[in-house]
C-alpha cells in the first residue's frame, strides 16, 4: 500500500532561519509521482512542485529546493530564509503514474509551519 | 488559476439530513476527485471520477455517494450526515498525462454536522 509520513507536526522558526519539512513515502510502484502542497491559512490549496520518480535531481526556485533521494524514499522540502509570509500548512503527497494510472493522491499528515517575526 | 468552484462554501445542518456538495470546473479536464481534510490525517480521497457517469470509490468513502452526469459537474452527497462527516472538504481535477497527475483544488466546502 501506499503511505506518505510527515513526521513534523509543527516546526516554529523565526524569521531568516531555514527550515526543512521531511517526507518519507512508501509504494511498490516503480514509477510514481511526488508533490508538495502548502494551504496557507486562507484555506486554498497552493501547488508547489511535482517530482517524477525517474528524476532524482534536486530543485530549486527561489528560497525553495527540494531533495529527492530513492535510496531512503525521501522527498524533502526547504525553505531558505524562511519569511513570515511562508507560514502555512505543508504537504507532501504520491502518486502512481503507471499503466493503472488514476491520479489519485495520498497525502501525508501535512506539517504546521510558524515563522515568527 | 484552474477554474473550479465549489457550492456551497459553509453549510450547517443537523444530523440525519441530506447533503450534496457540488464542485463544477471549466477546464474540460477528464479526472476529478473528492478529498475530505482532517487534522492529523492531511486530505484522504473519498470518490472519484475518470469520465462522465464513470466512478470508483477511495479511501474513506463509506457514508458518501457521488454521481458526474457532465463533464463539467462532479456531486458528492451525504444521504444521511452525521457528525464525523464534519470536514472541510476538497474537490480536485487533473487531466493526468502531459502534465504529470498535477490536481487543481477547488476552494473547498467547510461543513459542520450537528
Known amino acids: 500500500a501506499q503511505k506518505v509520513t510527515q513526521a513534523q507536526t509543527e516546526i516554529s522558526v523565526v524569521e531568516k532561519e531555514d527550515v526543512t519539512l521531511d517526507c518519507v513515502y512508501e509504494t511498490r510502484d516503480t514509477t510514481y509521482y511526488l508533490f508538495w502542497y502548502k494551504q496557507p491559512p486562507s484555506g486554498e490549496l497552493v501547488f508547489l512542485i511535482r517530482?517524477?520518480?525517474?528524476?532524482?535531481q534536486n530543485e530549486i526556485s527561489g528560497r525553495y529546493s527540494w531533495n529527492f533521494q530513492k535510496s531512503t524514499s525521501s522527498f524533502n522540502f526547504t525553505i531558505t530564509a524562511s519569511q513570515v509570509v511562508d507560514s502555512a500548512v505543508y504537504f507532501c503527497?504520491?502518486?502512481?503514474?503507471?499503466?493503472?494510472?488514476?491520479?489519485?493522491?495520498?497525502f501525508g499528515q501535512g506539517t504546521t509551519l510558524q515563522v515568527k517575526p | 488559476d484552474a477554474g473550479i468552484t465549489q457550492s456551497p462554501r459553509h453549510k450547517v445542518t443537523e444530523t440525519g439530513t441530506p447533503v450534496t456538495l457540488r464542485c463544477h470546473q471549466t477546464e474540460n479536464h477528464r479526472y476529478m476527485y473528492w478529498y475530505r481534510q482532517d487534522p492529523g490525517h492531511g486530505l484522504r480521497l473519498i470518490h472519484y471520477s475518470y469520465g462522465v457517469k464513470d466512478t470508483d470509490k477511495g479511501e474513506v468513502s463509506d457514508g458518501y455517494s457521488v454521481s458526474r452526469s457532465k463533464t463539467e459537474d462532479f456531486l458528492l452527497t451525504l444521504e444521511s450526515a452525521t457528525s464525523s462527516q464534519t470536514s472541510v472538504y476538497f474537490c480536485?481535477?487533473?487531466?493526468?498525462?502531459?502534465?504529470?497527475?498535477?490536481?487543481?483544488f477547488g476552494p473547498g466546502t467547510r461543513l459542520t454536522v450537528l
Open positions: 480536485a481535477i487533473s487531466e493526468l498525462g502531459g502534465r504529470g497527475n498535477e490536481q487543481f
Open positions: 517530482r517524477n520518480s525517474f528524476d532524482e
Open positions: 503527497a504520491l502518486s502512481d503514474s503507471g499503466s493503472s494510472n488514476t491520479g489519485k493522491l495520498i
